[in-house]
């Protein structure tokens, strides 16, 4: 990577934290307020997370489930 190209990933960060760190400073809600919005959406996160790895596990023990019968029933031919 060259020098340039570091320069302006660095850039893009700093200006990232910095508006970020602005945008709660200078949000209109207090800072409890904000602090619970923030651990509301995340909580929604993990929750959505878990739902969908919930959702895939289950998917996954069908196809086990189903490959498991096929084998045992003899259907697939080598």
């Known amino acids: 990577m060259s020098k340039q190209s570091g320069n302006v990933i660095l850039g893009t960060l700093v200006g990232a934290a910095v508006g970020f760190a602005a945008g709660i400073l200078l949000a209109p809600a207090s800072g409890k307020d904000t602090?619970?919005?923030l651990g509301d959406k995340?909580?929604?996160a993990k929750d959505a997370i878990n739902d969908a790895a919930n959702k895939t596990i289950a998917s996954l023990k069908e196809v086990k489930e189903s490959a498991e019968r096929v084998i045992k029933n003899g259907s697939v031919k080598a």
Do not use: I
Request: charged share 35%.
């Open 42 to 44: 995340a909580n929604e």
């Open 35 to 37: 602090r619970n919005l």
